[in-house]
């Protein structure tokens, strides 16, 4: 459990508050590059806390400002972009991606227009996604240069969706890789005696310089089954690595294609919070070529649309045979099982003075400690863990390590995250 006070310095990410100056220390996306066109309609979209306007001028440049118009405060969202900038409907005035403004069409004095200074974000793109980085411009880091961002020697999706509740609840059930076997276990009424006689759950953990690792053995006797190795990746982040099941083949999902050559996959989440109530994930997928040179075929980027709160998270208590009565066996009912798990916990956020931790949830316990000393760093004027300044250790960072086979190596300890050229 956490106290109060601490559950909402962990939630709360709003502008001013000490959660929100850690989390705002690191990069963050916010669109994929191919939905925002040069010249397009601008967004309305909301990060930390944060109403802002997503743009990309002519020029092709990303930018990220304040919503509201610096000069009567009307949304730019309704804007026209052109000229350099974006434009607002009301009385025209035109900001850059730097948040310059450029013209004041109705204004007789031009040093006015030098005297505005519109709020802007930082943009770089990377991976086929948007980020921004809105922390104090001294402090911007690189962008990291994730493997699954960077690789070019395989095949690349993006999938995001909207979710209620604090990002950390949903970073924690990802993290929570017991719940597989409850969760999402199909056929539980037959199923329930195998898991009950399984040895308990074997979790490993450690703190390494990106965040934390965790492997769990043979954790799922059903549909996906293998040594699962997560990743909490700072500051809200999760990455997944599948390994081989009890005959040693490749973790298979039944409602993906076989592909008996695809060896290895790497899934890197970000929890974006939309605000302390809600949040964006945003998922990239990265399999290499297959031995024989062909590439793997995943499913193309998209938007995962899967049952939700209004709709009882698709629940048939009487017919469907899991714990819950939602569907495990396709991805998108495997999807509103996580939601379901993950939004009644609570909303707005989670209220951690009601649970009680056991011995599985140590991978939990040890996000949270890394978490809360890195918002602890921050309010003593530190940089918090995993902060890269070093252009030659961002060349390619990899989550875990560089051994393209290991995940397979459920024996081996864990490594520290490497940057490596
Ligand atoms: S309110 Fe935007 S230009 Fe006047
Ligand atoms: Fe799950």
């Not at 699962?228 to 990746?233: A, P």
């Not at 997944?240 to 996959?265: F, K, V």
Request: net charge negative.
């Amino acid at each position: 459990m956490l106290s109060e006070e601490l559950n909402d310095l962990i939630n709360r990410v709003g502008p001013g508050t000490p959660g929100g100056d850690y989390i705002r220390r690191y990069w963050h996306p916010v669109e994929l590059s191919a939905r925002v066109a040069p010249g397009g309609q601008p967004k309305q979209i909301r990060v930390l806390g944060e109403d802002l306007v997503l743009f990309r001028d002519q020029d092709g440049r990303a930018g990220v400002l304040g919503l509201h118009c610096s000069h009567r405060c009307v949304s730019l969202a309704y804007g026209r972009v052109e000229d350099g900038g974006i434009r607002c409907a009301m009385h025209g005035w035109v900001y850059d991606v730097d948040g310059r403004c450029l013209e004041q069409p109705a204004e007789p004095d031009d040093s006015f227009r030098d005297r505005i200074q519109h709020p802007a974000y930082p943009c770089e793109e990377l991976g086929g996604l948007i980020f921004t980085y809105m922390g104090p411009p001294e402090k911007k880091p690189l962008l990291p240069r994730y493997e699954v961002l960077v690789r070019e020697d395989g095949t690349r999706t993006r999938e995001w969706y909207f979710i209620d509740g604090g990002y950390l609840q949903h970073l924690e059930g990802a993290l929570d890789t017991v719940h597989a076997q409850y969760l999402h276990m199909a056929n539980w009424s037959v199923k329930k005696y195998e898991v009950a006689s399984q040895p308990k759950p074997k979790i490993d953990s450690a703190e390494l310089s990106y965040g934390m690792w965790s492997r769990i053995y043979k954790s799922h006797p059903g549909a996906v089954m293998g040594t699962i190795f997560s990743h909490f990746v700072m500051p809200g982040g999760f990455l997944l690595q599948n390994g081989r099941d009890y005959e040693n083949r490749p973790r298979q999902r039944t409602d993906q294609p076989a592909q008996p050559q695809h060896d290895i996959s790497k899934n890197q989440s970000w929890y974006v919070p939309v605000d302390d109530a809600h949040c964006l994930r945003f998922r990239v997928n990265f399999s290499p070529l297959n031995p024989d040179r062909t590439p793997a075929s995943l499913r193309p980027d998209a938007e995962l649309v899967h049952s939700r709160r209004g709709d009882d998270y698709g629940r048939d208590y009487d017919n469907i045979d899991s714990i819950s009565g939602i569907d495990p066996t396709v991805g998108a009912t495997f999807r509103s099982q996580d939601t379901m798990a993950n939004e009644t916990q609570g909303l707005p956020y989670m209220d951690r003075r009601m649970e009680h931790l056991g011995a599985h949830d140590r991978p939990l316990t040890m996000t949270r400690m890394i978490i809360l000393k890195a918002i602890a760093d921050v309010q003593k004027g530190l940089d918090p863990k995993h902060v890269i300044r070093d252009p030659a250790e961002n060349q390619i960072v990899y989550v875990r390590g560089d051994d393209p086979q290991e995940c397979f190596n459920a024996d081996s300890e864990p490594t520290p995250a490497v940057a490596w050229s």
